[in-house]
């Protein structure tokens, strides 16, 4: 198979998440919960592995032996320069209860490096995407023409309005509550969207000023890391780490670096 571009890869991963949207739309009722991972109230509904099959089904269509990282199925084909990374539903428990921030999220990594991200968030018939190096859009289904993103800018911590999330585990959330008392007195307010992928697109939209969260996985921010970075904020680990489950933050600098030094004060990379 010839070398694809980043184009190429991202028509690809727009065309399966809102495809597979659009199917989890289709699914009306509450849905059932088929299993629990970290904790019982981290679930796994019918709905998601139906919404993956049907990506892995159309990637596999369009470009046989490629790699796909699932949330649900993990790791599955020969090694090869692409490798595609996916959340089929990130949100799920507010897909459980008929809530609007949850999204389908593709990312397209070339030789270890994520070149193209998509995040559809069928709710509110929104796609998010970006190719490396081309910037990030937002658009608007059947309604407007694609918009150029870019994060806010110059915000200082105090006017902050922070997006964060909470894991599932009791020590954890623990912690994080631990944190969550050293930083809130610090900024504007605290947002609690339920869906990192969605968390990441809006900080790309300037919908909120930054982002944290210890706990996600490489499915829940491949896509919206890219287009947060698009948009110009800058996605990190702590300590010039990158960007992991250890710990998650984007903003545009400098509140970046603020949210940052303030984070570290309050150690946050520990469990309870």
């Known amino acids: 198979m010839s070398q694809p571009g980043s184009g190429e890869l ?22 059932e919960v088929v299993a629990t991972k ?59 209860y008929g809530l609007a921030d949850w999204a389908v999220s593709i990312a397209a990594e070339l030789d270890g490096g994520v070149v193209a991200g998509a995040v559809f968030v069928p709710r509110r018939d929104e796609l ?16 407007f023409p694609p918009a150029r993103l870019a ?6 911590l105090g006017q902050a309005l922070v997006a964060t999330g909470f894991g599932y585990q009791a020590g954890r959330r623990l912690v994080q509550a631990e944190v969550l008392r050293v930083v809130l007195p610090r900024v504007r307010d605290i947002r609690r969207g ?9 900080v790309a939209t300037g919908s909120v000023d930054a982002y944290y969260e210890r706990g996600v996985n490489l499915w829940d921010i491949a896509a919206g890391g890219l287009i947060a970075t698009e948009a110009g904020a800058r996605v990190t680990g702590m300590h010039g780490n990158p960007a992991s489950s250890s710990m998650t933050i984007a903003a545009a600098l400098p509140l970046h670096s603020e949210l940052h030094d303030l984070l570290a004060a309050a150690d946050p990379e520990r469990d309870g």
Do not use: H, K, M, Q
């Open 151 to 156: 994060c806010n800018t110059d915000v200082p």
């Open 128 to 143: 998010f995407s970006a190719a490396l190096g081309r910037g990030a859009w937002l658009t608007s289904l059947g309604r």
């Open 10 to 31: 991202l028509e690809l991963a727009s065309s399966a998440a809102v495809a597979a949207g659009r199917l989890l739309l289709s699914r009306g009722g509450r849905p």
């Open 194 to 202: 339920g869906s990192c992928a969605v968390d990441l697109c809006s």
């Open 38 to 96: 970290s904790s019982p109230t981290d679930v796994v509904t019918e709905a998601d592995r139906a919404a993956e099959a049907l990506i892995r089904e159309r990637i596999d269509a369009a470009r046989p032996g490629d790699r796909v990282l699932g949330e649900e199925g993990g790791e599955t084909g020969a090694p090869s320069r692409v490798r595609w990374i996916v959340d089929p539903l990130d949100g799920t428990v507010n897909y459980l």
